[in-house]
């Protein structure tokens, strides 16, 4: 627990902080290596830095033919309709899911992502809060945002398992941050790991779950 106290000039106040020990990255049961991508941001309210990074760095490495079943986890439903329009705009094989969707939307958009007739499948927070549907077949996961909610995390990572068995040694995860994000990547890795990854000189962390070494 942290304790912020103000300036004496200023009305009093204090915030508290429940700092978690463990994150929501011990719940993840499946083998998996966690990729976390921090990228520089200028505020907490710059988007254009997210999307930048993530469509000049992180997109191009997955846009090749044999990266295929690809979910991209987006926090905010406006990251998703600027993602969305981007896709389009640039002709990738995709299809999407979000809170709006109707069932059959929802229906195809599964099954041409499962049988692998679109290489990504964008999926809102929101439609994983209301709806929980189990997304199979997912081999690759990014996380364009850290999400809200802790738990949702480690459940998204555990889909994977509903896939089948056989073919762990190919899945991926990857999870973009700044350092804005301090509060929810504490509640992921855990408060010490966090400080860590945003103190280090690295740009990427590896952690590995399901394995004999614990994440």
Same mark, same amino acid.
């Given at each position: ?81 600027? =993602? ?5 705009? @640039? !002709?990738?094989?995709? %299809?999407?899911?979000?809170? $709006? +969707? ?57 889909? =994977? ?5 056989? @073919? !762990?040694?190919?899945? %991926?995860?990857?999870?973009? $941050? +700044? ?37």
């Amino acid at each position: 627990m942290s304790l912020i106290f103000p300036d004496v000039c200023s009305i009093p106040q204090v915030t508290i902080k429940n700092m978690p020990k463990t994150g929501s990255i011990c719940q993840v049961l499946v083998q998996l290596p966690h990729v976390f991508q921090i990228f520089s941001s200028d505020s907490f309210m710059d988007q254009d830095a997210r999307f930048r990074f993530f469509s000049d760095k992180v997109l191009p490495q997955y846009r090749d033919s044999v990266m295929s079943h690809i979910l991209i986890y987006i926090p905010s439903y406006f990251d998703y309709v600027r =993602l969305r329009n981007h896709m389009k705009k @640039e !002709e990738i094989n995709f %299809t999407s899911v979000c809170e $709006y +969707s109707t069932k059959s939307e929802v229906s195809r958009a599964r099954h041409f992502f499962q049988t692998g007739e679109k290489q990504f499948l964008l999926f809102t927070e929101r439609f994983h809060f209301y709806k929980r549907y189990t997304i199979k077949g997912i081999k690759n996961l990014i996380f364009f945002g850290l999400p809200t909610f802790p738990h949702f995390y480690s459940e998204v990572c555990n889909m =994977l398992a509903a896939g089948g068995q056989g @073919e !762990e040694a190919s899945w %991926t995860c990857t999870a973009l $941050y +700044s350092r804005y994000d301090a509060h929810k990547l504490a509640a992921i890795t855990g408060a010490q790991r966090a400080g860590q990854m945003l103190q280090s000189n690295k740009n990427v962390h590896l952690f590995i779950t399901g394995s004999e070494d614990k994440a």
